[in-house]
């Protein structure tokens, strides 16, 4: 046997362990990958049903100013600073409060955690975007003492 096949078998052994191996990989990939992945691309074309199925939790703006509920919030909120916020940025989902008012009850604001949310100084923030370092624009008092969130302008 020439010299440089000396070490066939450990070649041989290492060829057997990776054709071994890619086959384990193949054998997991076919268990554990669902059978429509990458029907249409890179995803499950199933999880579409899946979130379907899932229960709502957010209502959108349009149903708080229906059925006589909060119109005058949604008008002032239309004309303000705050007319692309909507509700459930700040009242949190209300999906189960839309379908009844009276049984589930919108997340009531505490002003100074929530304001200071979006507008307490931050680097990271857009310049033009309205920031105030909370503790010294507030001087003791809450935020909904001067500023009413459905139009803070005014």
């Known amino acids: 046997m020439p010299q440089r096949f000396r070490d066939a078998e450990h070649l041989v052994r290492l060829a057997i362990l990776f054709f071994v191996g890619a086959l384990v990989f193949l054998v997991v990939r076919a268990l554990w990958v ?4 990458g029907e249409l691309g890179h995803f499950r074309t199933g999880v579409l049903q899946d979130i379907r199925n899932l229960p709502i939790h957010y209502a959108a703006r349009a149903s708080c100013g229906q059925a006589d509920c909060h119109e005058e919030e949604v008008a ?39 304001c200071s949310r979006c507008h307490a100084s931050l680097a990271a923030r857009p310049k033009d975007f309205a920031q105030v370092d909370i503790e010294v624009h507030r001087e003791g008092s809450a935020c909904s003492e001067c500023h009413d969130s459905h139009a803070p302008t005014q």
């Open 34 to 37: 669902p059978a429509d992945f």
């Open 76 to 114: 002032s909120l239309a004309s303000d600073t705050h007319a692309s916020v909507g509700c459930e940025s700040c009242h949190g989902a209300l999906a189960a409060h839309a379908a009844d008012p009276k049984l589930a009850k919108a997340a009531t604001l505490e002003g100074d955690e929530l």
